[in-house]
């Protein structure tokens, strides 16, 4: 089993930053890709970002982010975090982390572990 515990939401203005991390415990954290995902009220669940566990660790954003958003790891802490820059009200979700051994899987959203989400506001 994968424990994820996402923190780091709040409510910004737009044009704003935040940073959100999920800390893993658990199994190895770093035989795990790990992903970002959101869900606004109403809307379905979508990709945000995701990366791999290997070495040289490889990324991968939607277009809607790819830019602002930065996924990173520090294996050592078992955390990874989505640095988010110049955010737009439409960011606003509830930011969920999740993991799965293969970042393919990842990317689709067939995650097998999942956090509780955070909230993340943006006002105009």
């Known amino acids: 089993q994968v424990q994820l515990v996402e923190s780091g939401g709040g409510l910004v203005q737009a044009g704003g930053s935040l940073r959100l991390s999920c800390v893993a415990s658990?199994?190895?954290?770093?035989?795990?890709?790990m992903g970002w995902f959101r869900q606004a009220p109403g809307k379905e669940r979508e990709f945000v970002a995701a990366i791999s566990w290997s070495v040289g660790s490889s990324t991968y954003y939607s277009d809607s982010v790819k830019g602002r958003f930065t996924i990173s790891r520090d294996n050592a802490k078992n955390t990874v975090y989505l640095q988010m820059n110049s955010l737009k009200p439409e960011d606003a979700a509830v930011y969920y982390c999740?993991?799965?051994?293969?970042?393919?899987?990842?990317?689709?959203?067939?995650?097998?572990?999942w956090g509780q989400g955070t909230q993340v506001t943006v006002s105009s």
């Open positions: 658990g199994r190895t954290f770093s035989q795990y890709a």
């Open positions: 999740a993991a799965h051994q293969v970042v393919e899987a990842v990317v689709a959203g067939t995650c097998r572990y």
